[in-house]
């Protein structure tokens, strides 16, 4: 297995968690949180889509999913273009309401398919590329994108831990 086979393996495993997370719910269910500072699944797909789309979007120089496509209008949210919800107060958090699943799984299967086609023709010698400077030491495109898989994949698991809170309430 080449390290593209094996990064374009784990985010397909970042995009089936979050269609088995969020698919089929409500708005309302979408918008269910524990208690008054838990996190939505909304808000967690969202997120972690977020955060995907504008580490991958940096790294491969490309604009994001996010403004290029049309996701911000459709989405609505009363957040700046580029906001991805590092740090979001729970008010934020409370703000990221959506009027379908089909919404949220269709921004997430457009970055999917823009972050594949991406890690799908790097090769072992691009993965040492210095990808951000204000870090010591600096990040590199591989240290990146195992960060990304690694947020998202514990996000996309809280969102699917939610979702079983939803089914039993």
Do not use: K
């Not at 010591?136 to 240290?143: R, Y």
């Not at 079983?164 to 309430?169: C, D, T, Y």
Request: hydrophobic share 45%; charged share 20%; net charge negative.
């Amino acid at each position: 297995m080449t390290s593209a086979e094996l990064l374009t393996d784990a985010f397909g495993r970042i995009q089936e968690v979050v269609r088995e997370a969020a698919g089929g719910l409500t708005p309302e269910q979408l918008a269910f949180r524990a208690d008054a500072d838990a996190n939505t699944i909304a808000w967690l797909v969202w997120h972690l889509t977020r955060v995907q789309d504008d580490h991958i979007a940096d790294a491969a120089g490309t604009p994001q999913v996010w403004t290029s496509d049309g996701w911000e209008r459709r989405f609505g949210l009363p957040f700046a273009p580029s906001e991805t919800g590092y740090g979001q107060s729970r008010d934020e958090v409370a703000a990221v309401r959506v009027a379908s699943a089909d919404l949220l799984t269709g921004y997430h299967d457009a970055v999917h398919d823009r972050t594949v086609a991406y890690v799908g023709a790097l090769t072992d010698g691009d993965l040492g590329r210095v990808v951000d400077e204000a870090w010591d030491p600096p990040v590199t495109l591989s240290v990146r994108l195992v960060s990304v898989v690694s947020d998202a994949l514990q996000h996309a698991g809280q969102a699917a831990f939610v979702r079983g809170l939803v089914q039993r309430a």
